[in-house]
């Protein structure tokens, strides 16, 4: 047996056993930049072309951009931050800035994202475990999909569980607005209307301090992905309850913790 066959199969085994154990959770929400997907050049690259459009005689210094991918702030707000210190003022229209690199971003930033390995797999799990699994970003939820959909992962996560802007407007994430008021309607038009939602029934995947944070405000426990972009002292410093190196090890936060 080859060893790409003996992988596959050890992966088959691996994954038939984790279907037969029993999960505490009802819902797992994943944070899509630095979780499910890698987009850390897609954005750094999109970022560029947006100053170049808009600002051509300044670039940010690629150490600071990723500094700010780190927080996983709001797009408006690490674009503000982004400018020239004499250029941070109320001239900075933050709208024109947004929508100039959402389309940059979907014209040429969705070539240069990728999901990290097993984001299929583990997806393809919860979905076999009857785990209902959700994805909140601040993207777009139109970028959201076609990524799922470029890669084949559509199927596994419901696109009305899809959550992103505009759904929830200016209260992005960290806000919980777009849990409580976005997708905890559409869960229960799903699953009946007295579905609920226990203190730690949710487990909120996330590579940030902003993903930290939503979680608390919604009252889900946290698997923080060390892989990810985020700032690791911040986000080791708010004492998650729950971290993994590589995305498949979500598996085992979700079968046996508690």
């Known amino acids: 047996m080859t060893p790409i066959h003996s992988a596959?199969?050890?992966l088959t085994r691996t994954?038939?056993?984790?279907?037969?154990h029993p999960s505490p959770y009802?819902?797992?929400i994943l944070d899509?930049?630095?979780t499910l997907f890698d987009t850390l050049d897609a954005i750094t690259e999109c970022f560029k072309l947006t100053f170049a459009a808009l600002l051509k005689?300044?670039?940010p210094e690629e150490a600071q951009m990723h500094r700010l991918i780190a927080n996983g702030a709001p797009l408006k707000d690490t674009l503000r931050q982004l400018q020239p210190l004499d250029s941070r003022?109320?001239?900075f229209d933050g709208d024109v800035w947004v929508k100039k690199y959402r389309e940059l971003y979907g014209t040429c930033g969705m070539e240069l994202q990728k999901p990290y390995p097993y984001a299929r797999e583990l997806l393809a799990l919860l979905k076999e475990k009857g785990i209902p699994a959700a994805i909140v970003s601040n993207k777009p939820v139109s970028h959201l999909q076609e990524a799922m959909r470029r890669h084949d992962m559509l199927d596994l996560v419901r696109e009305d569980f899809i959550i992103g802007d505009p759904l929830y407007k200016d209260r992005k994430k960290?806000?919980?607005m777009g849990f409580f008021q976005v997708l905890v309607p559409r869960l229960k038009e799903a699953f009946g209307r007295d579905w609920l939602i226990r203190n730690g029934s949710v487990l909120m995947v996330g590579d940030t301090v902003t993903d930290i944070e939503f979680a608390r405000n919604i009252g889900a426990l946290v698997c923080w992905c060390r892989f990810g972009r985020g700032n690791k002292m911040a986000c080791e410093g708010m004492q998650p309850e729950f971290f993994v190196d590589e995305l498949w090890d979500v598996r085992d936060v979700v079968v046996v913790s508690k």
């Open 174 to 176: 960290p806000d919980g």
């Open 26 to 28: 009802k819902l797992v």
């Open 15 to 20: 994954m038939n056993r984790y279907k037969s």
């Open 89 to 91: 003022t109320d001239a």
């Open 32 to 34: 899509f930049d630095g």
């Open 8 to 10: 596959k199969h050890a």
């Open 57 to 59: 005689d300044y670039i």
